[in-house]
C-alpha cells in the first residue's frame, strides 16, 4: 500500500476513534447527571412549610449532592454536586466551594459546564432560576449577564447586599471543553418558596 494513503488511512481512523470517544464519553456522562437527577426527585422531599430552624446539617452534601437546580424558561433541571473541578462539572453542574448556600446572605455560585448546550444566554432580565434544597425553595429573577475570562473572579462577588446567584457557564457555548471565556448570568433572590429570608 502506498505510504501517503496509509498515513491518511491512519489520520482518518484516529479521528473516528476520537469523535466516538467524546460522543460515549458525553454519553455516560449526561447518564450520570440523570441517575442523580432522578436520585433528587425520589429521595428529596422539600418541606411545604419552613421549619422553626434550619439544621447546619442540611447545608451539606449527599451523596456528593448539594441542591437542585430548575430554570423553567429552559425547561432545565439538574441535581447540583459540590465543586467545580473538571470531574465535577463534566456531567452537570456544580457549587462553587466558599460560597453561600441557597438562603444565606451573599452570592451563591454554580458553575455548568455545557455538555447539554442549553442555551443559557436565551435568559433575559426576569426570567425565574429556582434553586431546590433540602429546606425550603428559593426562587431568583435574572438581573443581567456579561462575558469574562475564567480568571475574573469578581463575578463571584456581589454589588450589593442580600441575597443573590450567579451562574456561569462555557463560552461560547458550541466550544466545550476548549472555550476561552465564561458566561456569566446574575440574579437577586426573588422570594423562598418556603420561608423569609429573616427566618434563615
Avoid at 479521528?15 to 464519553?25: D, K, N, Q, R, V
Wanted: glycine fraction near 10%.
Amino acid at each position: 500500500m502506498d505510504p501517503l494513503r496509509a498515513t491518511a488511512m491512519l489520520f482518518i481512523a484516529a479521528g473516528l476513534i476520537l469523535i466516538i470517544s467524546f460522543f460515549y464519553e458525553t454519553l455516560m456522562a449526561v447518564s450520570y447527571q440523570h441517575t442523580l437527577d432522578q436520585g433528587w426527585k425520589n429521595e428529596v422531599r422539600v418541606p411545604v412549610g419552613a421549619p422553626p430552624v434550619i439544621q447546619p446539617s442540611l447545608r451539606q452534601p449527599v451523596n456528593g449532592v448539594d441542591f437542585a437546580i430548575s430554570i423553567p424558561k429552559l425547561g432545565y433541571f439538574a441535581a447540583v454536586k459540590e465543586g467545580v473541578s473538571s470531574g465535577v462539572l463534566y456531567s452537570g453542574p456544580g457549587h462553587y466551594p466558599g460560597t453561600p448556600w441557597p438562603g444565606q446572605p451573599g452570592m451563591v455560585g454554580v458553575a455548568a459546564h455545557n455538555v447539554y448546550w442549553e442555551n443559557f444566554p436565551d435568559l433575559k432580565p426576569g426570567d425565574e432560576i429556582d434553586l431546590q434544597t433540602r429546606y425550603g425553595n428559593y426562587r431568583y429573577r435574572v438581573t443581567g449577564s456579561r462575558i469574562v475570562n475564567p480568571s475574573d473572579q469578581s463575578v463571584m462577588i456581589p454589588n450589593a447586599a442580600g441575597f443573590h446567584l450567579t451562574l456561569t457557564t462555557c463560552w461560547p457555548l458550541w466550544a466545550g471543553a476548549f472555550a476561552t471565556q465564561r458566561y456569566v448570568i446574575f440574579t437577586d433572590q426573588f422570594w423562598p418558596l418556603t420561608e423569609k429570608p429573616g427566618n434563615v
